[in-house]
Every structure is written in structure tokens, then in C-alpha cells.
């Protein structure tokens, strides 16, 4: 229980903190100036959180597969149901980022552009999907195997693609998503950045055992095993 | 030697229960009729038998000599006849023999295509297409497109379905042949297909 | 996933199960009616579209796939459509293994894609006033596309007939699949249309070869826990 205050107290802070610090970037391409880029605090762990939550249900769908539970497939499902509330949300700052910063809502230039509208396409195909198919079972082999396909695909436009065309990239500072945290960042914005991505995966992890806890719950009352 | 055991079976869709506490052990020489009015979950057992249906408790083992057999394995020695498949309506009956046939792994001779159609009385209508054949002629091919395999395990969901007289009678001679060497299972509410087999197993009540 | 037993016979089985769709299609024709005719139409609205205007290489690579992949999802799904509508689904899953019927029905739907492609490419140059400077690098560029055109959606098709509004559904999941493959047969198109040399292409070439091959081993090896329902 404790770990939910803790939660609690870690986003507001971030949220505070991410308003009264300096901004974290500064760059001379902006167009609405260094304000813009608190953003950055927030965007980058809900677009990481959108990506685990898709790696969770690819990972839970082999499982399936493999030993036929259906505790699996509500695992698979919840995570993709999140990863869909959190790509939309990755979606919608990124693009309010993309029109103060470039200028436009959206440009399919820009290949973390295309790659999240993929990750919306692909979610949305496999809920539809879902939705069509009555029997559980299914449902269940069926999702699991569309999660894999969906998958290795987006592992081709994700990593694969980019290398093959001049694609530019408007993302700033390619370097911070890549890893190289210690160069880039001062040790403020570091830590602000640290901490919101910590609590995000934490939040993302509470609603999906919650929403999961739901979910089988809702199957044993409705009779099945 | 073929063995099929099924051990306490059960098959729920959702709070429904369609049968429970099923128990089969069967060789080749022993054949069970599946009895009950409609309704009652025939078709079900039947489909958890082959495979095609997960059943909610319980398991089905096909082995031979004592090694377990999965469902790639034992299909090849598995025949089925029932109203709910159809063959290839744009195809002919020749056609269709051959195509199970080729995609069953043997390739079937002129002579043997005309001696199964004789068998189960569609001698002459090998060319014809299947969508010209009445219900009961579609029949008779379905036996004929079972027998392809020399089954060792001959699964029949109501025998008599759209056949006359002679058709079931047919069908009978054919259940017979198979008796001494398969396992044969058969699916019925008619009382007089009840002697095609030598147990029952009650479902529905 | 165990290969068939008559090891032997496993091409003559696959070569069965192409050839029984083949003679079906030929008898009722509504696979490759609706494929014809679709791309057909889809062509005409362009060329109508355009009018005397004559876009660039890029655009024109962009229209002739565009074409070739609406038309392929409005014919392909069929292949597995029609089993499960007729009802015939059921003996063949017990007659044939999951392998034999991926393959017999991925060079179906192979097959009605080069006819497809047979008819369309001469009425796209004439039409759209466009043609290929690199004619050996927009054939190799088609034939690739078209493998993986076939091979990835196979298996979609597959899961598709089991579900309701399975046109529309066999789209939505295709294309997210299929973006790969697109980006990287209209870029190769692209060049050949310019007169590119397969130098030039040789990245997107690559990444078609790649993603073929790694899509039709994953769509067999998961192929089975589709059939087997």
C-alpha cells in the first residue's frame, strides 16, 4: 500500500519540478522556444511505457501459446489495452510537441512519427480483431498469433527501415532516447527525467495488476476456467 | 495396434454443462456407439475426440504400440463422416477421391477410384460434379472419401444421415468390414443404428 | 512443428492442394474476378484522376502498389474464406497438415498475383504514360513484393475466415504487417521507374529479401495454432 503514496509523491513532484527548474533542452531550431521542451519529461516515459507494454503483451502471447492458459491471454490483452492507452497518450503530446516546436501537428517524415501511428494501427487492428471472435479460445490462439506478426513487423519498420532510407529525423537530440543519458543532460534534468520514467512504469505496472486482477475476476464470474 | 483412451472427460461452454465424467478406452476391434437425443452433446464428445475441441477438463491419448501419438500423427489413421463438412461442390467426385487421396499421402488408381465408388453404390458417377449430387449421394462419397485411408479409426456422426434403404445398408457393410481391424465410434439417436456397435455410452439423459 | 510423414510426397502434396484451388478457380472465378476487376477500377480512377497530369517517379511507384495492394486484399483472403463458407475446412484440416495447406495456398495466392500483375503492368504504362527505365530491377522489385505480398498475408487470411466482417478485418491486419514490405517495394520501384541501377537499390533489396524470408518462416511456424482450431 505504501508504494502507492510513494507514487503519489514522486509525480507531483516530478510535475512541480518539471515547471519551476530551467528548461531541459534549448535548442536553436525550436520555434516556441525552451518552454516547450518540459514536455520532454513526460512524452518520453509515456512513448517507453507504450513500448514495454507491447514488448509485455508479445511476451505473454508466446506463452500462450505455448501452455494454452487463458490467464496468459488476459495478460496479453491487458498489456496491449495499456499499451494503447499510453500510445495515444505518447501520440497526443508528441504531437502538441511537433506543432510548438516544427510547426505542424504531424509530418510522416519523421520515422518515431510513423513508428507510433504503426503502434496505434496495430493495436487497433488487434482489438478490432478481438472483437469480432466470439469463442474464447479462439480469440485467445488467434490474438496471440497476430501479437508475434505484429511484432516482428514492427521490429522491421522500427530498426530495420530507418537504416535503409535518408529518413531526418526533427526528434532532438537523438542521443538522450539512445542512452548516452550522461552527456547531454545536466544532472537536474537527469534526475527529474529519471524519476518521472520511474514512476510512470510504476503507475503503468498498478493499473495493469489491477486491470488484470479485474479481468480474471470478470472470467470466473461468468463461469469459465 | 491402435489405442484411443479418453480418462473423465468434461466440456462446459461457459456455466453450461455439456457432459461430464466421460471414461473410453478402445482397440482396434472394439466399436462404441454414442447415444442421446439432440442436443445432448454427441457431436461435442466426438470433436474432443479427434481433436478439433478442447475439452475442459480431462484428456484423449491416441498411441500405438504404447507410444503416444500427437494429432499430426494419428490423423493419418483417422477418418470421419458427418453432416456438418462438405466435399468440393466445383469438383467431381473422381476429383475429390483423388485430391484426399494425393493430400493423404497415396496416389489412388483408376481402378481402385471405380471400385470405391461401386462399394458405396456411385459406380458411373465419378465425373459428375459433386454440386449435381443429391444430399444422399453426397453422402455415399463422404464414406467413400473415408474409406481413402483404410481408417484405423472410423469416427461417424449419425450413419444414416440423408441415406435410403440401400444406403444404410451400404453404410453398414462398410462399418462391418472395418470392425475386426479399427476402432469404430458412431453418433446416433436411431435406435436401429445402435447394433452397428458393440458398447454404448449414454449422454444427455 | 513435425514435418509429414510422406516427407516424400510433401511437394506433390503441396502441388495438390495449389492445384485443387487452381481448377476451382477456374471453374467459379471469384477470387480473381474481384481482384481483376478491382485493380481494374482502382487504375481507371487514377488515370481519370490525373487527367494530363504526369507526377513524378515517386508518386507513379506509390499508385502501381497502391493498386496492387487494395486488389490483393480484396482477393486474397479468399483463399481460406471459401473453405470455411463451404464448409470443406473441416475434412481437409483432418486430411492434410498445417505445412502442406500454408504452402498450397501460399502459391495460390502467388499465382493469382502474377496474373493479376500480367494484367495490370502493360495497362499501367499505357494508361499512366509511365515506364520502367530499369526493367530487370522493376520485375525483380515485383516478384519479390509479390512473394511477400502472398507470404505474409496467408496466414492473416487463415485467421481472418474464422472471424465475422472478415473483408475489412483482413485490411486493418494486413496493413500494419505489410508497411515494411511496402516501403521498401515502392522505394525499389521508384529506381527502376528513374532508371536506377540495383546498385542503388541494393538496401531496399535486402530488407524485402529479409523481411520474405522472416515473415514466411514465422507465418509457418505459427501457422498450426491457427489451423488446428
Request: hydrophobic share 55%; with cysteine; aromatic share 12%.
Amino acid at each position: 500500500m505504501w508504494w502507492k503514496f510513494l507514487i503519489y509523491l514522486v509525480m507531483t513532484a516530478v510535475i512541480v519540478l518539471a515547471f519551476i527548474t530551467a528548461s531541459p533542452m534549448n535548442p536553436v531550431s525550436s520555434l516556441g522556444g525552451p518552454e516547450v521542451y518540459r514536455i520532454f519529461y513526460f512524452h518520453v516515459p509515456q512513448a517507453w511505457v507504450a513500448t514495454i507494454a507491447f514488448l509485455m503483451a508479445i511476451f505473454f502471447s508466446i506463452r500462450f501459446l505455448q501452455t494454452r492458459r487463458m490467464d496468459y491471454d488476459v495478460k496479453a490483452s491487458t498489456a496491449c489495452r495499456l499499451g494503447l492507452l499510453f500510445s495515444i497518450l505518447a501520440t497526443i503530446s508528441g504531437s502538441i510537441f511537433a506543432r510548438m516546436t516544427w510547426g505542424e501537428f504531424w509530418n510522416w517524415s519523421e520515422i518515431r512519427e510513423v513508428s507510433i501511428f504503426v503502434l496505434l494501427l496495430i493495436y487497433g487492428g488487434y482489438f478490432a480483431f478481438r472483437s469480432a471472435v466470439s469463442d474464447e479460445q479462439t480469440r485467445a490462439a488467434f490474438s496471440a498469433v497476430l501479437s508475434i506478426l505484429f511484432g516482428v513487423s514492427a521490429v522491421f519498420l522500427i530498426f530495420i527501415l530507418p537504416r535503409i532510407y535518408p529518413v531526418f529525423s526533427l526528434h532532438p537530440t537523438d542521443s538522450i532516447v539512445n542512452g548516452r543519458i550522461s552527456i547531454t543532460m545536466s544532472p537536474m534534468v537527469a534526475i527529474i527525467f529519471g524519476l518521472s520514467l520511474v514512476s510512470f512504469t510504476a503507475l503503468f505496472l498498478w493499473i495493469y495488476k489491477l486491470s488484470v486482477e479485474i479481468f480474471t475476476l470478470a472470467r470466473y464470474r461468468a463461469g469459465e476456467r | 495396434m491402435l489405442k484411443l483412451e479418453a480418462q473423465n472427460l468434461a466440456k462446459h461452454f461457459g456455466t453450461r454443462k455439456v457432459f461430464d465424467n466421460i471414461n473410453i478406452s478402445l482397440e482396434a476391434g472394439q466399436s462404441l456407439a454414442v447415444v442421446g437425443p439432440n442436443g445432448s452433446g454427441k457431436t461435442t464428445l466426438l470433436k474432443v475426440i479427434i481433436g478439433l475441441v478442447y475439452p475442459s477438463r480431462g484428456d484423449v491419448t491416441f498411441s500405438k504400440n504404447g507410444r503416444k501419438l500427437e494429432f499430426e500423427q494419428y490423423r493419418k489413421y483417422l477418418s470421419l463422416v458427418a453432416p456438418y463438412f462438405s466435399l468440393y461442390d466445383s469438383l467431381t467426385a473422381g476429383e475429390n477421391l483423388r485430391f484426399f487421396a494425393k493430400v493423404s499421402g497415396h496416389v489412388i488408381k483408376r481402378i481402385e477410384q471405380h471400385e470405391l465408388l461401386q462399394q458405396v453404390g456411385l459406380e458411373g458417377r465419378g465425373d459428375d460434379f459433386v454440386s449435381s449430387y443429391s444430399t444422399g449421394m453426397k453422402q455415399r462419397l463422404k464414406y467413400a472419401v473415408a474409406m481413402l485411408k483404410r481408417p484405423k479409426i472410423l469416427l461417424v456422426d449419425e450413419p444414416g444421415t440423408n441415406l435410403d434403404e440401400s444406403g444404410k445398408e451400404m453404410a453398414a457393410n462398410l462399418l462391418n468390414r472395418l470392425r475386426d481391424d479399427s476402432i469404430i465410434i458412431i453418433a446416433t439417436n436411431d435406435k436401429k443404428e445402435y447394433a452397428l456397435a458393440g458398447e454404448f455410452c449414454q449422454l444427455g439423459g | 512443428m513435425p514435418l509429414p510423414a510422406n516427407s516424400v510426397n510433401w511437394a506433390a502434396k503441396v502441388l495438390a492442394v495449389t492445384g485443387k484451388d487452381i481448377i476451382s478457380e477456374f471453374r467459379t472465378r471469384f477470387a480473381v474476378n474481384a481482384i481483376v476487376m478491382f485493380a481494374l477500377v482502382t487504375l481507371t480512377v487514377i488515370s481519370f484522376a490525373l487527367g494530363v497530369l504526369q507526377p513524378a517517379a515517386e508518386i507513379m511507384a506509390a499508385m502501381f502498389w497502391i493498386i496492387l495492394f487494395f486488389a490483393a486484399m480484396s482477393g486474397l483472403a479468399q483463399a481460406f474464406i471459401k473453405e470455411e463458407e463451404s464448409g470443406t475446412a473441416l475434412i481437409l484440416k483432418l486430411s492434410c497438415d498445417g505445412i502442406v495447406i500454408f504452402f498450397g495456398k501460399f502459391l495460390f495466392n502467388l499465382l493469382l498475383l502474377i496474373v493479376l500483375a500480367i494484367l495490370i503492368v502493360p495497362l499501367f504504362i499505357v494508361l499512366l504514360n509511365t515506364t520502367a527505365e530499369n526493367w530487370l530491377l522493376f520485375i525483380a522489385g515485383l516478384v519479390l513484393g509479390m512473394i511477400g505480398l502472398s507470404g505474409a498475408t496467408t496466414i492473416i487470411a487463415a485467421i481472418v475466415s474464422k472471424a465475422s466482417i472478415k473483408g475489412a478485418l483482413f485490411t486493418v491486419l494486413s496493413f500494419p504487417i505489410l508497411m515494411p514490405l511496402l516501403a521498401a517495394v515502392i522505394e525499389i520501384t521508384k529506381i527502376a521507374f528513374i532508371d536506377g541501377r540495383f546498385s542503388d537499390a541494393a538496401a531496399p533489396i535486402q530488407m524485402l529479401i529479409a523481411f520474405d524470408v522472416v515473415m514466411i518462416t514465422l507465418s509457418v511456424m505459427l501457422f498450426d495454432f491457427v489451423w488446428r482450431h
